[in-house]
């Protein structure tokens, strides 16, 4: 998640660090705030339409 710029990530098992970014989150309405913008951004940068069509003609002409 581009290193925690739009959303947290723990590994397998990490439930207590998880816990500490949850609670981070909870207690820090800034974080949340940018967090939010930047997936976001993120989302309509790389699912707009027009990246879409531009993967699907890439994969059709190249099983064709």
């Known amino acids: 998640l581009a290193r925690e710029e739009c959303g ?29 913008s930047n997936a976001r951004r993120m989302v309509e940068e790389k699912y707009n339409m027009a990246a879409s069509v531009k993967k699907w003609k890439l994969l059709l002409s190249s099983s064709a």
């Open 8 to 36: 947290i990530t723990v590994g397998i098992g990490e439930s207590e660090a998880g816990v500490k970014k949850l609670l981070q989150l909870y207690n820090d309405s800034e974080l949340r705030q940018r967090m939010g």
